[in-house]
């Protein structure tokens, strides 16, 4: 079995977007870095199987298409995922789970870090840094010679209104996908041509997109096709026992510093493997999530020419507690994949389209962490078990609250709600999990300190969501993506020291 000593490299596990930060900013500070990564590429498709059972779990259209599945596909079989109630997902994908859906960059509040280990001054500058590196498509823009409008004009209608009299709702415009406005630039969309809603954009940000240009850079190696099993802690460094995807074979590295970006459900195993923690509860953090249809006799979408991601953000003031939603354009185009190639089909979908289609917006709201309850350990047959316990009557009751007063504020706009009543989404299916080895100023065995480095590890890094002390109602990715390079910069200052 042969060993490849890496003691005297920055060593970083996973190429998604947090990966990829953490390796930039390594770079950025003149180190080598070596990503170690199973980087499936676009043209491994899941099983039929596997894609239904999906298809079950998650009500995003994304995984109706099978050209996307190389985002997730084998990732539960060889993670030995097990779940009880609970619907996860993860990737062995080159730029992870970003090839689904990117991240919005909705940075967070002060009061979204009340129990962090650092205040929003804190990461200011990395968040600014971040906010102009991810900059966010404007409401006009060219491409490819022609000019868009890419918020759809129905948001923008309730962006610029003051809807709730004493602020309980307010929207704002979402800031997309860590997109890019590069337009020179021979990118594409990760749903360019596949996810059927003619988006004239091609320029969505990928953090696969971000590992091509890490590639390019004299310090940076990348060793793809590589399953990391286990890690094994050393008395000067760390034992990584891989597996190699194209041919079982096994493979060692040594380690002295290690950034783990492998998400969390694989960040999570590995550390209670290394810790040998079976049968260990540790807490899995998630934002509820509930869906429900906008429907208007009066307002339709004016041009085919939008993002088929959120156009709107908005927020909900209620009971003490914040929750977030966003607004998407309903895919009417998505049918065409799953209709005849007829003109006859054409004509009545374009009449279903200004009669219905054009007329619907689908909402999701989500809720902070404080609301899930979910578990997971290593049991003795190294399964990761997911658990959850399900929807808490607290939630049924805020998310109740949330639904009369959003369908208050839409019907004044001339929106109505179907389902009447929305519908809470099954544990998981919000796809925001974190949370289970936590930054803390005292860490217990299974956390990290206020620095990120996990307890009793020198220089081993939290760097995803797992150290997330909490999860706002919202999406969580870039806050992921500054604490990361919190944590990074943090390392360094101490290295130069």
């Known amino acids: 079995m042969r060993l490849q000593d890496l003691s005297n490299k920055q060593v970083v596990l996973g190429s998604g977007i947090s990966g990829v930060a953490v390796a930039r900013e390594l770079l950025n500070a003149k180190k080598s870095v070596v990503m170690i990564d199973a980087g499936y590429p676009r043209n491994i498709i899941a099983s039929k199987k596997e894609r239904l059972s999906y298809q079950r779990m998650f009500v995003s259209l994304k995984f109706k298409l099978q050209e996307m599945s190389f985002a997730y596909a084998n990732y539960k079989s060889l993670a030995r995922i097990k779940e009880q109630g609970f619907n996860s997902i993860g990737s062995l994908a080159q730029g992870g789970l970003s090839n689904l859906w990117g991240a919005n960059i909705d940075p967070y509040e002060d009061s979204d870090l009340d129990t962090f280990t650092y205040k929003k001054d804190d990461i200011k500058e990395i968040s600014k840094e971040l906010t102009n590196y991810y900059t966010n498509y404007s409401n006009q823009g060219v491409i490819a010679g022609r000019k868009i409008q890419s918020i759809d004009n129905r948001c923008l209608d309730l962006i610029s209104k003051r809807l709730d009299e004493d602020s309980r709702v307010c929207f704002k415009p979402a800031t997309i996908a860590l997109a890019r406005k590069d337009f020179d630039s021979k990118r594409e969309c990760s749903f360019h041509r596949d996810c059927g809603a003619d988006c004239p954009n091609k320029e969505i940000f990928n953090a696969k997109y971000e590992l091509d240009d890490l590639l390019k850079h004299k310090n940076f190696t990348y060793i793809k096709g590589i399953y990391i099993k286990s890690v094994d802690k050393l008395s000067d460094g760390y034992l990584l026992r891989t597996i190699r995807l194209e041919n079982q074979s096994k493979s060692l590295f040594k380690a002295k510093s290690v950034f783990c970006c492998l998400g969390t459900l694989s960040t999570t195993k590995l550390v209670l493997s290394m810790k040998k923690a079976i049968n260990v509860n540790l807490p899995l953090l998630s934002t509820p999530a509930a869906t429900f249809i906008l429907f208007s006799l009066k307002k339709k979408k004016e041009t085919m020419e939008v993002l088929p991601f959120a156009n709107a953000v908005f927020q909900i003031s209620i009971s003490g507690q914040k929750v977030g939603g966003c607004l998407f354009p309903f895919p009417s185009d998505f049918l065409l994949n799953y209709l005849p190639k007829m003109k006859i089909i054409n004509w009545l979908l374009n009449i279903a389209r200004a009669l219905i289609f054009d007329r619907l917006m689908i909402a999701l709201v989500n809720f902070s962490s404080d609301y899930s309850s979910n578990t997971l350990l290593l049991d003795k047959d190294d399964n990761l078990v997911i658990s959850s316990l399900g929807h808490s009557a607290n939630l049924k009751n805020t998310f109740k ?64 969501p797992s150290a997330l002390k909490r999860l706002a109602g919202k999406g969580h990715t870039f806050n992921s993506v500054v604490q990361s390079i919190y944590v990074v910069r943090n390392y360094l200052k101490r290295e130069t020291k």
């Open 401 to 464: 609250n949330c639904m009369n007063l959003l369908k208050q504020v839409f019907k004044k706009e001339g929106y109505y709600v179907f389902p009447f009543k929305g519908k809470l989404l099954d544990a998981g299916e919000d796809i925001h999990i974190g949370g289970t080895l936590p930054m803390e100023q005292q860490p217990s065995e299974y956390a990290c300190n206020q620095y990120g480095e996990l307890s009793e590890c020198k220089n081993f890094f939290i760097t995803d």
